[in-house]
């Protein structure tokens, strides 16, 4: 029953990282790997938490709009304009860094607020997240 805990625990941390929430996934994550879990399962269940976590945000973003994002999160108008740009320029290929600490989140929300193609969205930032936790597996096996 403990192992199942630390896994729902792990799930939930790493899922309030990828919102708006300001939490470090890496540190549950590594307290895992130090508990002697085994990496692969952590990988997976990290990767998840902190996708649908991001997938969160996503939504968010298509139900609010800029004022909505100014008021609420204390935005300014400057800093929504550059996230216009950045994914104006980039596009989907956006989502990929969506596991970025401090950027990611809100870049999330700006994928949501313009709309981007949801599907495509989910694909690369789950590509990117569970590309972190694996690296980060593959460190801790092989050292």
Known sequence: MGDELSYIG???GCFLSATIIPFASEAFVIAMFL???DPWMVVLVAGLGNWLGGMTNYGLG???DFHHLEKWFKLNP???EKFRNWVNRYGVWTALISWLPVL???LTLALGVFRVNVWWVAILSFTGKIVRYIVMALIYVYS
């Open 35 to 37: 508990g002697g879990f």
């Open 78 to 80: 400057a800093k929504l």
């Open 104 to 106: 990611g989140d809100p």
């Open 62 to 64: 298509v139900l609010l």
């Open 10 to 12: 792990l799930f939930a």
